[in-house]
């Protein structure tokens, strides 16, 4: 098992947090009352398929959507996590909607409210790899030169590798857009870290494996593995009611997400292994949201099945 894994059989965002920073880093949730081309008319309106009405970021803190309060919205995640995170330092996570979507001075601003809060070690940005344009580059780059001890990360939604998952979940772009962002990405230093949804309808396990495969040829920072989450008011809920697919029992969820950590590489940060459906909106499964109980099932497997990450991973050359 490497090294710096600490107690576990992965490298988890908890020990790399550790490792950097002595401590367990908390993230904010913040919403900067962005859109996306999903739903403004520019590729779509309906959003992705599976995407509620909160753009994936139910749990950021908003109160007025056209003119977000960044600080008043870092004061109130912090009072709500500062019991269990007493070094009160903590990761200015911008998440719902796509967010570099809008006009640089707009991004400028936002991104400067959170970088200049003492208690933010950085910002984790989450958007579209069709959404990082020159100009947004640019941003990132200067502002990762104006704040050199803080860092600035790039989620992107992958999601899946399949062109006919993508058209089914209406992605919106071809799967050299996101090689061409991770290329633009890795070329200023600024890390990535990428999405993937586990269970999607029609995928197999094999599916799912090719794109572990497919990303360890990329230099990504991190990954997220999330298990396919059905929530009321999606267009995936309809296609769920009228038993078009079913989700994954969390006997095989916990069978494939122990393959794909096996087949990861083990210098890629594993920042999610499930994920967090919104138990108002969660329509399947709800097995999951018993995130511990899932966790510690996995964690049983793997002991049991001598399992760690990389464990079948094979040496990848870069394609970039």
């Known amino acids: 098992m490497h090294k710096i894994w600490n107690d576990k059989p992965y490298y988890s965002l908890n020990t790399y947090f550790k490792n950097v920073y002595g401590e367990k880093i908390y993230k904010v949730a913040l919403d900067g009352g962005m859109t996306c081309p999903n739903r403004d008319g520019s590729l779509d309106t309906r959003g992705c398929i599976f995407c509620s009405e909160g753009g994936s970021g139910e749990f950021a803190a908003s109160f007025d959507r056209l003119h977000p309060n960044i600080g008043a919205q870092l004061a109130i995640g912090k009072e709500f996590i500062k019991d269990k995170n007493p070094s009160g330092k903590f990761v200015a996570y911008f998440q719902p909607f796509t967010n570099t979507y809008a006009p640089i001075p707009y991004l400028r601003a936002l991104y400067t409210a959170a970088l200049l809060d003492d208690d933010v070690v950085g910002l984790s940005i989450a958007t579209r790899p069709d959404c990082l344009s020159g100009p947004v580059l640019e941003l990132l780059e200067d502002l990762k030169m104006e704040y050199p001890d803080k860092f600035i990360w790039i989620e992107l939604g992958l999601q899946t ?81 009228d038993r078009k697919f079913e989700v994954l029992s969390q006997t095989e969820y916990t069978d494939i997400l122990i393959d794909c950590i096996e087949h990861l590489s083990p210098e890629i940060v594993i920042h999610r292994l499930t994920g967090d459906g919104p138990k108002e909106l969660l329509l399947a499964p709800l097995w999951s949201t018993n995130k511990k109980g899932v966790l510690n099932t996995l964690l049983k497997e793997m002991k049991i099945r001598g399992s760690y990450q990389g464990k079948k991973y094979t040496s990848s050359p870069f394609t970039i």
Not at 164 to 180: C, H, K, N, P
């Open 161 to 241: 590798i399949l062109r006919q998952s993508a058209e089914y979940i209406r992605r919106g772009y071809d799967l050299s857009v996101f090689e061409t962002a991770v290329r633009n990405l890795h070329a200023i230093s600024i890390p990535t870290i990428i999405h993937i949804i586990l269970g999607l309808p029609g995928e197999t396990k094999a599916d799912m494996l090719s794109a572990i495969e497919y990303l360890n040829t990329f230099p990504i920072f991190g990954i997220k593995l999330q298990l396919l989450h059905v929530l009321r008011g999606t267009d995936l809920a309809h296609d769920y009611a």
